[in-house]
């Protein structure tokens, strides 16, 4: 099997970032990462990608007068690392629709909230704010409008009655860890494709049947499973 070769790109801790580096250094992971960027000098995550022999890069933003020659450079050392996949990280600045057509389907994003609910920031805050029972995140290819484009990959958690900000972003992305690696795994070997604007899956792909409830049903026998 070849594997793709992949980029990472963040902005900061580099969580995520260690959960793919940590599954793709099982040999039968069907992509390589062979670059983490960062566009802030300081960014925890390269620390940790060097400390596990990735090459880093860091394309300041600061150094830039406007977004296009950011993006320029960006996407020119991405370019240079010969990568087909791009998966960003926790990367905090919003890329033009120029730079997001020239890598078209081969640009990931994680996201921590269910999309279409909850694009932007603070989406933790704003949905316990609206009450809603599920919380999650959700890994999309990457279209020019923020946090859109086609669903490879979502998991769902409950949001518990005594949560707040930081106990439920603590769950998602104890989720988000799990998800991503699953989700660069269906795209670089094929077994997630777009179809129109959809992805679809091949047939090796199983999927949980019983619903989530939140909250649980206090009689055992419902607990989180129905029908
Ligand atoms: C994650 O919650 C990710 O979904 C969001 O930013 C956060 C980055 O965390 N886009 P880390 O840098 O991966 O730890």
Request: aromatic letters at 6%; charged letters at 20%.
């Amino acid at each position: 099997m070849s594997r793709r070769r992949a980029a990472i790109v963040i902005s900061g801790r580099g969580s995520n970032m260690s959960s793919l580096l940590s599954a793709a250094a099982a040999a039968e992971f069907p992509a390589r990462f062979v670059v983490v960027i960062s566009n802030r000098p300081d960014a925890a995550g390269l620390r940790h990608a060097a400390a596990v022999g990735v090459a880093t890069e860091v394309v300041n933003h600061n150094r830039f007068s406007d977004r296009a020659g950011f993006e320029a450079e960006l996407d020119a050392r991405l370019r240079a690392h010969d990568v087909e996949l791009v998966c960003l990280a926790g990367f905090m600045r919003l890329l033009t629709a120029p730079f997001v057509e020239s890598w078209r389907d081969r640009l990931l994003n994680i996201h921590p909230s269910l999309l279409p609910a909850f694009p932007g920031l603070d989406t933790h805050a704003r949905a316990l704010a609206a009450g809603v029972r599920f919380a999650g995140c959700t890994v999309h290819l990457v279209r020019p409008e923020m946090d859109s484009g086609p669903i490879v990959a979502q998991a769902v958690v409950p949001i518990l009655p005594r949560d707040d900000e930081a106990s439920l972003a603590a769950r998602v992305l104890l989720a988000e860890h799990r998800l991503y690696p699953f989700a660069v795994r269906l795209i670089a070997d094929g077994s997630a494709t777009l179809v129109g604007d959809r992805i679809v899956y091949g047939a090796g792909q199983s999927f949980p049947e019983p619903a989530l409830l939140s909250p649980t049903p206090a009689s055992p026998s419902l607990a989180y499973r129905c029908g």
